[in-house]
């Protein structure tokens, strides 16, 4: 990064949880950051940031038209195109990291994908990413919405999955919070497998070692406590088969 690239000062548009978290961050790296303001309103700065609901991007654009000369979004799947009304070099920074809570949000370390109309405004983008400590990895507008797709199956897919287990575990007498208190160490070891491993070395389990009987009576479990989550249960046990089936890469 050098300090051309990064933007003298940046507006920020939004005042939930990734807006605040952002203004934060960035104020702290040392960035000039003026607001987060709300939407409908126009901060001062060199660069303004739209952190604002996908569906929100082009108006919350139009506010800002001709405001200043770089102007960019938080959104993972949004193209750049939505900002045309602007009137400005367009960029896009989406963290790769989630934000539960503005006072817990962590982003270095983590990936942010980045974009830019021009090579002025992606260098902005990358100095961005990089004042927060996180590697800027450039997504072009045709593969934004595969690249979102993945985030969610990895982040919000997993989240609801969690919450499918917690359900199941009351057929076996747990409370929601007795459930997460002990999936949640199984949980964040297998994840460690898979980010260390790969999904192959990472597979354990009665799917991965042909067990059929246990996934059989798990199953007939599953039909008896929750028998609305069987046809999940089953497309995730044909899933993990398939998984199971390529074998270890050498």
């Known amino acids: 990064m050098t300090s051309s690239s990064l933007p003298p000062s940046l ?3 939004g005042q939930g949880r990734l807006g605040t978290a952002l203004a934060t961050a960035l104020r702290e790296a ?3 950051v003026h607001g987060p303001v709300g939407r409908g309103e126009v901060p001062e700065g060199q660069a303004i ?5 996908d569906a929100e991007i082009s108006a919350a654009a139009e506010v800002v038209a001709g405001a200043a000369p770089l102007v960019g979004h938080t959104s993972g799947a949004t193209p750049l195109s939505a900002m045309a009304s602007a009137r400005a070099a367009l960029f896009g920074l989406h963290p790769l990291q989630t934000v539960a809570h503005p ?7 983590a990936g942010c994908a980045v974009a830019g109309s021009t090579p002025h405004a992606l260098a902005a983008a990358r100095a961005l990413a990089q004042a927060l400590g996180m590697l800027p990895i450039e997504i072009d ?3 934004r919405a595969a690249y ?10 997993l989240v609801t999955l969690q919450a499918v ?17 002990i999936l949640a160490p199984l949980v964040e070891r297998t994840v460690e497998n898979w980010a260390r491993h ?3 070395r990472a597979l354990t389990g009665p799917v991965a070692r042909g067990d059929d009987a246990t996934v059989a009576a798990q199953r007939e479990a599953v039909a008896t406590s929750s028998p609305h989550l069987l046809g999940l249960f089953d497309e995730l046990v044909e899933r993990t088969r398939e998984l199971a089936s390529r074998g270890v890469p050498a």
């Open 141 to 143: 507008d045709e593969s």
């Open 11 to 13: 507006g920020v548009v």
């Open 165 to 181: 287990a917690e359900e199941i575990a009351a057929g076996a007498g747990l409370e929601p919070g007795e459930a997460r208190a």
């Open 148 to 157: 979102h797709a993945a985030a969610s199956v990895a982040s919000n897919f």
């Open 198 to 200: 790969g999904p192959e």
């Open 103 to 109: 006072g817990d949000a962590r982003f270095a370390g």
């Open 30 to 32: 040392g960035v000039a």
């Open 49 to 53: 940031l739209l952190c604002v609901p």
